[in-house]
């Protein structure tokens, strides 16, 4: 116990928790419960190296745990275990417009745009008994375009091209709003348009792994940088796009400068090492 207080945040209140079965006559406990990175770590310990660990496998029976589920709606849906971090999304919406956050993959970057995703288009139910429940203006719903980079492999810019394509195509079917151009920075660009048009809102930009194109290809420096500039001529689309854009957040696993791949996006507001959001 002494251990994990001394490892936690300096700048929170050290606490630990413990879990005990809610059932009459029950003997079960764990130890120590641990919250980190938006999931639920239960700790057993024990003074020798044998023992049957009952306790903690009624633990993880009987409390589902959300180990790389990316979905806010499967988690809540299906009953498992959330560690609420609603209220520093609120923190987020409220604090500025456009953001950056890098982390090392399965820290829930993916599931924090999710949660983002599932705000701003409103979905109540889901955020029933959540810090945001009671703080939100659920009235307003506004259109979310999400490209996620990180379910793919690409070979070369003609690869992410298409998969660029396929993304947008996805949306405009979703928003019944046909594509007008034939090039990924036009078409972008217009849908964000369009959509603010037809809606009434402000569009919400999400990029979930947005440098994994160019990590895919980083044994190969001429094709990185190719990767690169694709990149770039998208990501240079949120800054014309300014006075359409409610919200944007991107993500990924290392962090390039600005002036390398977000030239003119100078208000991006990098959060990966602020205390607040760690």
């Given at each position: 116990g002494q251990e994990l207080v001394a490892y936690s945040k300096s700048y929170e209140k050290p606490e630990l928790y413990f879990w005990e079965r809610e059932k009459t006559g029950a003997q079960a406990e764990v130890d120590y419960v641990m919250q980190l990175n938006g999931q639920i770590f239960p700790i057993e310990v024990k003074s020798g190296t044998t023992g049957r660990l009952k306790s903690m496998r009624i633990f993880m029976e009987e409390k589902k745990l959300p180990i790389g589920i990316q979905s806010l709606a499967k988690i809540i849906q299906g009953g498992y275990y959330y560690a609420d971090k609603t209220a520093l999304v609120l923190q987020l919406v409220h604090e500025g417009s456009y953001f950056f956050l890098s982390r090392p993959r399965r820290f829930g970057k993916s599931l924090l745009l999710d949660t983002v995703?599932?705000?701003?288009?409103?979905?109540?139910?889901?955020?029933t008994g959540l810090a945001t429940y009671e703080q939100w203006d659920w009235s307003q719903r506004h259109p979310v375009l999400l490209l996620n980079f990180g379910n793919a492999?690409?070979?070369?810019?003609?690869?992410?091209?298409?998969?660029?394509?396929?993304?947008?195509e996805n949306h405009e079917r979703q928003f019944d709003l046909p594509a007008r151009y034939p090039d990924i920075r036009s078409r972008f660009g217009d849908l964000i348009l369009r959509l603010h048009q037809s809606t009434g809102?402000?569009?919400?930009?999400?990029?979930?792994e947005y440098d994994k194109p160019i990590l895919d290809r980083i044994?190969?420096?001429a094709m990185a940088r190719a990767m690169r500039e694709e990149l770039k001529d998208l990501y240079s689309v949120i800054k014309g796009m300014d006075a359409h854009i409610r919200f944007a957040m991107l993500t990924g696993v290392s962090k390039f400068s600005k002036v390398s791949l977000f030239s003119g996006l100078n208000?991006?507001?990098?959060?990966?090492?602020?205390?607040?959001?760690?």
């Open positions: 995703k599932e705000l701003f288009e409103a979905n109540q139910p889901l955020f492999s690409l070979r070369d810019p003609p690869d992410l091209t298409r998969l660029l394509h396929q993304q947008l809102q402000k569009v919400v930009i999400l990029v979930d044994d190969d420096s208000n991006l507001k990098d959060i990966t090492l602020s205390p607040r959001y760690s």
